[in-house]
């Protein structure tokens, strides 16, 4: 604000001098006027006015006809503008730039269905899901769910079929299974948000899906990858339940 602080006084300035004037030559003028009869001079207020001239003073104030209406009118004009300037610029001064983006994020495109919930218990889960299941189509685009090292990017036998894991600096891992096509190597630095596959059937699958899991700890646990984004501290992943402790170790 202090840059402005100049401008505004010597615009305030130059519109006292410049009324001090306008009076003067004002009273002039209409001393000098038959009784009755309009000074002759410019139509000021009383003409057609800018709408910010309506605004700031009454069109039918007889004191601003002639040519004191209209450099009154004129040096508010100026003096408003110059304010506004300053606000604009001002504002402009305070603009706090974007935060950046979390180093999380959903690891399918927003509204793919999840027909798997974790620690759901059924035949093809014994003991409790340790993931989440997305029904997809085959070739839908799979993204990293966190910053991280890629470190393992090829097919697993162990039922996962084509599988990326990606640990992050904290320790959270996240896996992605049964891809259709893997687009990252293992060493890759990865950020969340970054396309690493495509979602497939291969695999233990029965159907076009992705089976992404977020693991934690030494073991690692697996914990509800829910709380990714829903937790207390989005990005942070809850603690593994009792269950996945028992069948995984913590």
């Given at each position: 604000m202090r840059r402005f602080a100049l401008p505004l006084l010597a615009a305030a300035a130059l519109v006292l001098a410049q009324g001090a004037l306008v009076l003067s030559w004002g009273?002039?003028?209409l001393a000098s006027t038959p009784a009755g009869a309009q000074p002759r001079g410019q139509t000021g207020a009383g003409g057609a006015g800018a709408p910010l001239t309506a605004a700031l003073v009454d069109p039918g104030d007889p004191?601003?006809?002639?040519?004191a209406g209209t450099a009154l009118i004129a040096s508010i004009a100026a003096v408003r503008a110059l304010a506004d300037?300053?606000?604009?610029?001002?504002?402009?001064?305070k603009d706090v730039p974007e935060p950046e983006l979390p180093d999380y994020s959903y690891p399918v495109t927003w509204g793919t269905p999840v027909t798997g919930k974790f620690g759901a218990q059924g035949p093809e889960w014994p003991g409790g899901h340790a993931g989440m299941d997305f029904n997809g189509e085959t070739?839908?685009?799979?993204?990293?769910?966190t910053d991280g090292r890629?470190?393992?990017a090829e097919f697993n036998y162990g039922g996962y079929g084509n599988l990326i894991m990606i640990m992050r600096k904290d320790?959270?891992?996240?896996?992605?299974?049964?891809?259709?096509?893997?687009?990252?190597d293992v060493g890759d630095r990865v950020e969340a948000g970054e396309t690493i596959g495509r979602m497939g059937n291969t695999g233990n699958s029965f159907g076009s899906h992705l089976h992404f899991e977020v693991r934690v700890g030494p073991v690692p646990t697996p914990v509800d990858p829910n709380s990714l984004w829903t937790g207390s501290k989005p990005g942070i992943p809850g603690k593994p339940p009792k269950w996945a402790c028992q069948k995984y170790g913590c």
């Open positions: 009273a002039a003028s004191a601003l006809d002639g040519s300037a300053s606000s604009t610029t001002s504002t402009r001064a070739g839908d685009p799979i993204f990293a769910a890629v470190t393992y320790g959270t891992q996240t896996r992605y299974a049964h891809l259709s096509k893997i687009l990252v």
